[in-house]
C-alpha cells in the first residue's frame, strides 16, 4: 500500500565523518557546499558517529523538528548499518521508505589515496541518493500470520536438538528423517574429542553424554511427530505458512508449518574415488568402518582384527584428509573432525594393543578446538607415530599392503608395510541438501553447503528457514547441537509472535498496462506472480508474501506493466541520471 505523498519534497541530508574514517579522505567543507545546492535539499549537517546513541538522538530530533518528506545520510556501508542509521529517522516519524543511505566510506574514502578523487566520487553518489530520495513513497509493509508449528528435516544430533527445544516451548514439530532410525552419524561412535571413550563428562558430547539430544526423549514428546523412512518432496508459500508434502511409508502426508529447520548433515566422502589409496583392498578401510570394528568387537569382549585373515594388526597407518583439502581429486574444504577422530581412534588402538605400531600420515594437523593440543601430545605420549607428508600411493606387494610417501621433516621417501591401513574421509554436502536448497531458494557455496547467513539476520529476514548443523558445513558434535539451538532459538522467537510483516519493496502490476502474456509467471521462481482473470481479461497478479523483490518480473515485461515498489524506474532512473550529469559536468 503506498501512502499519501506530499507533491513538494522536503529532504534533510546528513553526513557522518565516522570519526575522522571519512573526513581523512573527503573534504566535507566541499561536500556540505555541493549538497546544500542540491534539488529538494533543505537541510544539511554532520555528525561524527550516527550509529552511535547521541547519533541515532540527533537524527531522531531532527526528523522530529524539521518534518522531512525524506532523510538522506552519507556515511557508510547501508548493507550493514541501514537499519542502525534508519532507525533514529524511523523514530523521528518518517516512513523507513523514505530514508536513503548514500556509501562514501567504503567506496570513496577507504579506496581511493587521491583526497580530491575521493570527494569527486562522493559528490556523484550523493547526488544520485538526493535524486532517488525526492521520489521515494512511503509504503506499508505486509501483515503474515505464523502457523504454529515446525518442519525440522533431518533426525541427526542437531535436528533431534531443534525439535526438543521447539517443542519444550510447546509448539508442534514435525521431525522428518529419511532414514529408519534417528541419531545419524554421530550415534554410530563412540569416540569423540577430547576424550576417546564416555569415561568422563565433557563439552564436546556423544551419544552417552547428558548434553547430547537423546532418541528417547525425542520419540517420548507428545509435540513431536517422528517421521522416519520419509522424505519431504514438496514444499510451497511463504513466511509463516508453508504446506508441505512428505512422502511416508505409509503414503503422502501433508502438513502446514510456520518455520522449517534443515539439519541434513553432511555425508561422508567415497574413498573408492581416489584409486591410488587402493580402497577395494580389505585391509584398507575408512574410519567409520574402523569404528564399527572396534564397537562389535568390543561389544562381545573380543579383539580388534584384520577383515582379510582376522589377526591382529602389528601395524596401522592412518591417512588425513582423504577428500579434503584437494580440489582436484575431492573437496578444497577441510573437514574439520578428521584429525581429532583419527587421534582418538589412534590412541584406542594403542590403548588397547600397546607393541602395535600406528602411524598418522598428515599434511598439517588441525584441531579448531580447545584442548586440541593437549591431545595431540597424549597421543604422542602414548606411542602414536606422526609422519608429515603426503601418501601417494598404497599398492600390494608380495601379498602385503605398502604405502609409498614422504617424510616431510626428514626430507625422505619412505616405503611402509602396514597390516591395516585406515582412510580418514572427509565430509560433504549431501545431495540431499542441494535439493531443499533449490526449492528454497537458499544459496549454496562453492563447497555444496548451504551458504552461512549472517546471525545478524532477523528471523524474517531469514524467512522463517534455519539451518543447524553439517547442512551448512563440516562441524563436530558439540558445534552442531549448539547450532542447533541457536536455530531453535530464532524459530520460537518467530513462532511466539504469532505475527509478523514483511517488507513492502516487492512487485507491483499496472492493470492497465499489463497485457496478461505471463512472462512474469515464467520468470518468477518464488511462484509469486500468476496470470488471473479480471473484469474478462487476463492480467497478472502478485502474492506479497511469496515474492522476494529481485526483479526479474520487471526486467522481462514486454509493457513494462510490473515494477518493484521502493524500486521503480522512475526512482532508480533519476539516481543515474544524476550521477552521470556531475561526472560529466566535473570531466567536461
Given at each position: 500500500?503506498?501512502?499519501?505523498?506530499?507533491?513538494?519534497?522536503?529532504?534533510?541530508?546528513?553526513?557522518?565523518?565516522?570519526?575522522?574514517?571519512?573526513?581523512?579522505?573527503?573534504?566535507?567543507?566541499?561536500?556540505?557546499?555541493?549538497?546544500?545546492?542540491?534539488?529538494?535539499?533543505?537541510?544539511?549537517?554532520?555528525?561524527?558517529?550516527?550509529?552511535?546513541?547521541?547519533?541515532?538522538?540527533?537524527?531522531?530530533?531532527?526528523?522530529?523538528?524539521?518534518?522531512?518528506?525524506?532523510?538522506?545520510?552519507?556515511?557508510?556501508?547501508?548493507?550493514?548499518?541501514?537499519?542502525?542509521?534508519?532507525?533514529?529517522?524511523?523514530?523521528?516519524?518518517?516512513?523507513?521508505?523514505q530514508y536513503e543511505q548514500a556509501n562514501?566510506?567504503?567506496?570513496?574514502?577507504?579506496?581511493?589515496?587521491?583526497?580530491?578523487?575521493?570527494?569527486?566520487?562522493?559528490?556523484?553518489?550523493?547526488?544520485?541518493?538526493?535524486?532517488?530520495?525526492?521520489?521515494?513513497?512511503?509504503?506499508?509493509?505486509?501483515?503474515?500470520?505464523?502457523?504454529?508449528?515446525?518442519?525440522?528435516?533431518?533426525?541427526?544430533?542437531?535436528?533431534?536438538?531443534?525439535?526438543?527445544?521447539?517443542?519444550?516451548?510447546?509448539?508442534?514439530?514435525?521431525?522428518?528423517?529419511?532414514?529408519?532410525?534417528?541419531?545419524?552419524?554421530?550415534?554410530?561412535?563412540?569416540?569423540?574429542?577430547?576424550?576417546?571413550?564416555?569415561?568422563?563428562?565433557?563439552?564436546?558430547?556423544?551419544?552417552?553424554?547428558?548434553?547430547?539430544?537423546?532418541?528417547?526423549?525425542?520419540?517420548?514428546?507428545?509435540?513431536?511427530?517422528?517421521?522416519?523412512?520419509?522424505?519431504?518432496?514438496?514444499?510451497?508459500?511463504?513466511?509463516?505458512?508453508?504446506?508441505?508434502?512428505?512422502?511416508?511409508?505409509?503414503?503422502?502426508?501433508?502438513?502446514?508449518?510456520?518455520?522449517?529447520?534443515?539439519?541434513?548433515?553432511?555425508?561422508?566422502?567415497?574413498?573408492?574415488?581416489?584409486?591410488?589409496?587402493?580402497?577395494?583392498?580389505?585391509?584398507?578401510?575408512?574410519?567409520?568402518?574402523?569404528?564399527?570394528?572396534?564397537?562389535?568387537?568390543?561389544?562381545?569382549?573380543?579383539?580388534?582384527?584384520?577383515?582379510?585373515?582376522?589377526?591382529?594388526?602389528?601395524?596401522?597407518?592412518?591417512?588425513?584428509?582423504?577428500?579434503?583439502?584437494?580440489?582436484?581429486?575431492?573437496?578444497?574444504?577441510?573437514?574439520?573432525?578428521?584429525?581429532?577422530?583419527?587421534i582418538g581412534q589412534a590412541m584406542e588402538?594403542?590403548?588397547?594393543?600397546?607393541?602395535?605400531?600406528?602411524?598418522?600420515?598428515?599434511?598439517?594437523?588441525?584441531?579448531?578446538?580447545?584442548?586440541?593440543?593437549?591431545?595431540?601430545?597424549?597421543?604422542?605420549?602414548?606411542?602414536?607415530?606422526?609422519?608429515?607428508?603426503?601418501?601417494?600411493?598404497?599398492?600390494?606387494?608380495?601379498?602385503?599392503?605398502?604405502?609409498?610417501?614422504?617424510?616431510?621433516?626428514?626430507?625422505?621417501?619412505?616405503?611402509?608395510?602396514?597390516?591395516?591401513?585406515?582412510?580418514?574421509?572427509?565430509?560433504?554436502?549431501?545431495?540431499?541438501?542441494?535439493?531443499?536448497?533449490?526449492?528454497?531458494?537458499?544459496?549454496?557455496?562453492?563447497?555444496?553447503?548451504?551458504?552461512?547467513?549472517?546471525?545478524?539476520?532477523?528471523?524474517?529476514?531469514?524467512?522463517?528457514?534455519?539451518?543447524?548443523?553439517?547442512?551448512?558445513?563440516?562441524?563436530?558434535?558439540?558445534?552442531?547441537?549448539?547450532?542447533?539451538?541457536?536455530?531453535?532459538?530464532?524459530?520460537?522467537?518467530?513462532?511466539?509472535?504469532?505475527?509478523?510483516?514483511?517488507?513492502?519493496?516487492?512487485?507491483?502490476?499496472?492493470?492497465?498496462?499489463?497485457?496478461?502474456?505471463?512472462?512474469?509467471?515464467?520468470?518468477?521462481?518464488?511462484?509469486?506472480?500468476?496470470?488471473?482473470?479480471?473484469?474478462?481479461?487476463?492480467?497478472?497478479?502478485?502474492?506479497?508474501?511469496?515474492?522476494?523483490?529481485?526483479?526479474?518480473?520487471?526486467?522481462?515485461?514486454?509493457?513494462?506493466?510490473?515494477?518493484?515498489?521502493?524500486?521503480?524506474?522512475?526512482?532508480?532512473l533519476p539516481m543515474i541520471k544524476a550521477?552521470?550529469?556531475?561526472?560529466?559536468?566535473?570531466?567536461?
Amino acid at each position: 500500500m503506498v501512502l499519501d505523498q506530499k507533491k513538494e519534497k522536503k529532504v534533510g541530508l546528513f553526513i557522518c565523518s565516522c570519526y575522522d574514517n571519512i573526513t581523512d579522505k573527503i573534504d566535507f567543507d566541499e561536500i556540505i557546499k555541493f549538497a546544500e545546492a542540491l534539488p529538494g535539499v533543505e537541510v544539511v549537517k554532520k555528525h561524527d558517529s550516527l550509529c552511535s546513541v547521541s547519533g541515532q538522538k540527533f537524527l531522531s530530533e531532527e526528523c522530529e523538528k524539521e518534518n522531512f518528506d525524506a532523510v538522506v545520510v552519507a556515511a557508510c556501508t547501508p548493507k550493514i548499518y541501514e537499519s542502525t542509521i534508519g532507525g533514529g529517522v524511523v523514530e523521528g516519524g518518517l516512513n523507513k521508505y523514505q530514508y536513503e543511505q548514500a556509501n562514501i566510506r567504503e567506496q570513496c574514502a577507504w579506496i581511493h589515496e587521491d583526497k580530491n578523487e575521493a570527494t569527486q566520487k562522493a559528490k556523484r553518489i550523493i547526488a544520485g541518493s538526493v535524486a532517488r530520495a525526492n521520489t521515494l513513497e512511503a509504503l506499508e509493509d505486509t501483515k503474515v500470520d505464523i502457523i504454529p508449528s515446525t518442519l525440522v528435516i533431518g533426525g541427526g544430533v542437531a535436528g533431534m536438538q531443534a525439535a526438543l527445544d521447539i517443542a519444550n516451548a510447546g509448539y508442534q514439530v514435525y521431525l522428518v528423517e529419511k532414514t529408519e532410525k534417528l541419531g545419524g552419524r554421530a550415534y554410530e561412535l563412540s569416540m569423540t574429542f577430547p576424550t576417546h571413550n564416555c569415561g568422563i563428562c565433557c563439552i564436546q558430547s556423544c551419544k552417552s553424554c547428558v548434553l547430547t539430544p537423546k532418541i528417547e526423549d525425542v520419540n517420548q514428546h507428545d509435540k513431536i511427530e517422528v517421521l522416519l523412512s520419509s522424505e519431504v518432496t514438496e514444499i510451497t508459500g511463504g513466511l509463516g505458512n508453508r504446506h508441505v508434502k512428505i512422502k511416508t511409508p505409509d503414503g503422502e502426508k501433508e502438513i502446514d508449518v510456520g518455520t522449517i529447520i534443515i539439519a541434513t548433515g553432511s555425508q561422508i566422502f567415497d574413498p573408492s574415488k581416489l584409486k591410488e589409496y587402493s580402497y577395494d583392498h580389505k585391509n584398507v578401510i575408512s574410519t567409520i568402518e574402523l569404528e564399527r570394528m572396534i564397537m562389535a568387537q568390543r561389544d562381545k569382549g573380543g579383539k580388534l582384527h584384520r577383515p582379510s585373515d582376522g589377526k591382529i594388526p602389528k601395524t596401522v597407518n592412518f591417512i588425513q584428509c582423504v577428500g579434503s583439502r584437494d580440489a582436484n581429486k575431492g573437496n578444497p574444504h577441510c573437514s574439520l573432525v578428521c584429525c581429532t577422530y583419527a587421534i582418538g581412534q589412534a590412541m584406542e588402538i594403542k590403548k588397547r594393543y600397546p607393541g602395535t605400531e600406528v602411524y598418522i600420515h598428515y599434511m598439517d594437523l588441525r584441531g579448531p578446538y580447545r584442548g586440541f593440543e593437549e591431545f595431540y601430545e597424549e597421543a604422542k605420549a602414548a606411542g602414536v607415530n606422526f609422519v608429515r607428508g603426503r601418501v601417494g600411493e598404497i599398492f600390494e606387494k608380495e601379498g602385503k599392503v605398502i604405502l609409498r610417501c614422504e617424510d616431510v621433516d626428514a626430507g625422505t621417501p619412505l616405503e611402509i608395510e602396514s597390516d591395516l591401513v585406515v582412510l580418514s574421509v572427509g565430509q560433504e554436502a549431501r545431495d540431499a541438501t542441494t535439493k531443499l536448497a533449490e526449492t528454497l531458494h537458499l544459496p549454496l557455496d562453492i563447497d555444496g553447503f548451504i551458504k552461512y547467513m549472517n546471525p545478524m539476520l532477523t528471523p524474517e529476514e531469514r524467512r522463517g528457514i534455519f539451518i543447524a548443523g553439517c547442512a551448512q558445513g563440516p562441524k563436530g558434535i558439540r558445534y552442531s547441537i549448539e547450532d542447533a539451538r541457536l536455530s531453535a532459538s530464532n524459530a520460537i522467537k518467530l513462532l511466539q509472535k504469532g505475527s509478523t510483516y514483511i517488507g513492502g519493496g516487492v512487485a507491483v502490476v499496472d492493470e492497465e498496462m499489463c497485457v496478461g502474456c505471463g512472462k512474469c509467471a515464467e520468470n518468477c521462481e518464488f511462484n509469486a506472480a500468476v496470470i488471473v482473470v479480471k473484469d474478462g481479461r487476463k492480467v497478472s497478479h502478485v502474492d506479497p508474501i511469496l515474492c522476494q523483490g529481485d526483479g526479474k518480473c520487471s526486467a522481462g515485461c514486454c509493457n513494462k506493466a510490473i515494477s518493484i515498489r521502493h524500486f521503480k524506474r522512475e526512482q532508480i532512473l533519476p539516481m543515474i541520471k544524476a550521477i552521470l550529469e556531475y561526472k560529466m559536468e566535473v570531466e567536461g
